[in-house]
Structures are given as structure tokens and as C-alpha cells.
């Protein structure tokens, strides 16, 4: 039988029989491990009736299931005891993280609350872990999971030759906490002591050693947690053999305006000698043939044709490399032997 301070006594009946009574539902393990309640009014006079009332379901909920540590969670919860300024019990509820204490928090008058808090950093990473709510001074709990991810490592680029710069990029790892390790095949490429930021993060930048071609394996170590991801080692680049020109083929023989024609155009020919020992018996020119650009020595000009492997002297105004019969020449001021 329901007793003050839960009910109030008496209860009247107005003239048709009918009575209003407020009920506070007391907080116990009987109430605590039901979900629904039956009530029974009986008057004076041995007539009874019944009536049932559904309770709400405890439960929390998490605006974020897996979040890395230090992180801040909101937890909601419903289906508390209510705080009611009528009832004699004020119920609080004690958060707890796997085996870690929380805070503890008053239902509002509905039965709910909502709190924030961090993430442990004493939760192993990566891990999943119970967050419980316990009814002080009841055995009632309720939990929900939460879940800490695993510690990443990315590199970028993925792939590339020995020399390349990489930059190593880690997350969901420990805050402040130093690096101990970057390393790509059995190489480190971390540089000057490093720790991570206020997310669990870092970005190291390094040039990649020298290794041989193929996967290697890219590990970072903070406090203790191991992360890996993976780097192509790609042949070093070569640089294609080009391909040479292809050498001219001299002429068997050659008229001097062509042959020359660089010389001439220029007017840095001044006159072209060969000697064939062959005739130097036979006059008029005992052996000697000229060659001279100038017009006005066009029809005594007897070198008609410049031959290959046969020797010429020729004589230039100016310092000129010119290519002659395929062939590139260093040519000086003055008088110059060449062999065609």
C-alpha cells in the first residue's frame, strides 16, 4: 500500500464517484526492474479498480561512438528517476569509462540528463569501452560503447624513387607525446625531435633514403603505438640516350659557291689555293688553282670544285667555326690548310 510521502490520504470522492490523486512512483529495485506498473484503488466501501502505467526505459546515448582520446562526448540519458522537489529521495548518476569515473549528474525533473566529457587518455588505442550509468545507491546500470580508433599513418606521395620527397602524415595518436620513430623500409626519415600537436597529430617532411625498388613498409612510433602504411620504391629515373644526328655524307666533290656558301655569304672568304703536285710541271699555273669569290673573278677562278680529301688553303677576314663538307672547322684570320 502506497504510504506519504508518495500519496496523500484522504482521497474524496466528488459526487459522481470519481477522485484525482498524484502519485510520485518511488525509486527502488522493485521499480527499477519493471517496465511497467499496475495500481490498485480500493474505497471504503470494498469496491476496487486497476489501472497500469508504462516506464520509461533507461538508456544513454552518445553523440559520437568513436572519437579518438582526449576528445569531448555528450551523453544523454532518459528514463532516470525524475527529481522531484515531493519525493524524499534525490537520485544522482555515476558515469564511468571502462574502469575510469566519469562525473556524476542529476536527472532533471523528466528523468534526463546531458553531460559532456573527455575520453580517457589512460584507454588504450585503439580499444572499445563500456560507458556506464549507475543509479547511486541502486544496483541499476545502463551502458552504451564507445569506441577509441586505431592510430593512422599516410604518406604522400605513394610512390616514387630513391631521393623523392615524402611527407608522412600520422593521426589518432597520443597529444604531446613524442615521436619516437617515421621510418620507410628500415630507413628513418625523421629528422630533429618531434612530438604531436593537440589532436594526436604530426606531419613529418624528409627525403626518402636510398633503397632498393619494390613495397616497403612505412611504420610511426608514438609512446608506444605503432602505426603502418606502405611506400613504392620505383626505379630512379634515366634519362633517354638521345639519339645523335645523323653525320652528313660528304659529296665526292662540291662547286665552291655551295661548299663555301656560309664563308661567302657572309664575305668572310677571302680566296681559296690548291696545289696539285701531280702538275706542277705543266704551265701556265705549275700546279696552283684559285678560287676568289669577287665577281670580277669569276671567269679566272680554275678551282671549279672542291674535292673530297684533297687540300686547300683558305684565307678569312675573322675567327669563324663553320661546318665544311659535314665537318665543323675552327677557322682563323688569315691563312688556313683544310682538308676537304
Avoid: C
Wanted: hydrophobic share 35%; no cysteine.
Amino acid at each position: 500500500m502506497l504510504q506519504s510521502p508518495y500519496i496523500t490520504y484522504p482521497i474524496d470522492l466528488d459526487s459522481g464517484g470519481n477522485w484525482v490523486a498524484e502519485i510520485i512512483i518511488e525509486g527502488n529495485s522493485a521499480t527499477f526492474g519493471t517496465s511497467s506498473l499496475q495500481f490498485v484503488a480500493k474505497d471504503t466501501g470494498g469496491a476496487s479498480a486497476t489501472a497500469s502505467v508504462s516506464l520509461t526505459t533507461r538508456k544513454i546515448t552518445l553523440d559520437d561512438t568513436e572519437s579518438r582520446i582526449g576528445s569531448t562526448v555528450k551523453v544523454n540519458g532518459v528514463g532516470f528517476p525524475a527529481t522531484n522537489v515531493l519525493s524524499p529521495n534525490s537520485f544522482r548518476v555515476n558515469l564511468t569509462y571502462g574502469s575510469n569515473n566519469l562525473k556524476s549528474v542529476t536527472p532533471d525533473t523528466d528523468g534526463e540528463f546531458e553531460v559532456t566529457f573527455l575520453v580517457p587518455t589512460a584507454a588504450l588505442i585503439p580499444s572499445t569501452n563500456t560507458v556506464t550509468a549507475k543509479t547511486v545507491g541502486t544496483t541499476s546500470t545502463v551502458t552504451v560503447d564507445h569506441s577509441v580508433p586505431a592510430a593512422s599513418t599516410s604518406v604522400a606521395p605513394a610512390a616514387g624513387p630513391s631521393g623523392t620527397t615524402v611527407t608522412v602524415t600520422g593521426t589518432n595518436f597520443r597529444a604531446f607525446r613524442t615521436i619516437t620513430d617515421v621510418t620507410i623500409g628500415v630507413l628513418t626519415i625523421l629528422g630533429s625531435s618531434e612530438t604531436t600537436d593537440a589532436d594526436g597529430g604530426f606531419t613529418i617532411t624528409g627525403v626518402l633514403p636510398v633503397l632498393p625498388p619494390g613495397v616497403k613498409v612505412v611504420s610511426s612510433t608514438v609512446g608506444g603505438v605503432k602505426s603502418f602504411s606502405s611506400f613504392n620504391v620505383l626505379e630512379p629515373d634515366v634519362p633517354p640516350t638521345p639519339t645523335p644526328a645523323p653525320t652528313p655524307t660528304p659529296a665526292p666533290s662540291i662547286s665552291p659557291s655551295i661548299g663555301l656558301a656560309t664563308l661567302i655569304s657572309d664575305e668572310n672568304l677571302v680566296r681559296v689555293w690548291h696545289f696539285d703536285p701531280s702538275d706542277q710541271d705543266t704551265p701556265p699555273s705549275f700546279a696552283w688553282a684559285l678560287h676568289d669569290p669577287r665577281p670580277i673573278f669569276a671567269l679566272a677562278n680554275t678551282v671549279t670544285r672542291l674535292t673530297t680529301g684533297k687540300f686547300y688553303w683558305m684565307s678569312v677576314k675573322e675567327n669563324r667555326t663553320v661546318t665544311l663538307n659535314g665537318k665543323e672547322r675552327v677557322l682563323f684570320a688569315g691563312w688556313n690548310p683544310v682538308s676537304w
